[in-house]
């Protein structure tokens, strides 16, 4: 079973930077597609960023373009998110996810971790 466990998280001003983590465990990680979402207070849980199972393809969510950029590393079974330039609207539990088949935009993905909050402050 696939077990997904997210880090990095935390408190942040406004125009700062973090770098969220997720360590996979119970499967072949180079055969999942791997996502972040985000869901803030309120609203409906959304697509952020998501990379193949090779990392050549990589999806952003217009609103992170140019500012967040994912990344994996197959041998450490590990995807990251660097978050730069952070505003207080990127404030949300952010969730890594993971799904065999095609990476995509939509929530379809077969395992979620348990999530870390994100806080920028303005």
């Known amino acids: 079973q696939v077990q997904l466990v997210e880090s990095g998280g935390g408190l942040v001003q406004a125009g700062g930077s973090l770098r969220l983590s997720c360590a996979a465990s119970g499967v072949t990680f180079s055969v999942l597609a791997m996502g972040w979402f985000r869901q803030a207070p309120g609203k409906a849980r959304e697509f952020v960023s998501a990379i193949s199972q090779g990392g050549g393809v990589r999806y952003y969510a217009d609103s992170v373009k140019g500012r967040f950029t994912i990344s994996r590393d197959n041998a450490k079974n590990t995807v990251d998110l660097q978050m730069n330039s952070l505003k207080a609207e990127d404030t949300a539990v952010y969730y890594c996810?993971?799904?065999?088949?095609?990476?995509?935009?939509?929530?379809?993905?077969?395992?979620y971790g348990q999530g870390t909050w994100v806080t920028v402050s303005s």
């Open positions: 996810a993971g799904r065999t088949g095609l990476v995509t935009r939509s929530n379809v993905y077969d395992a």
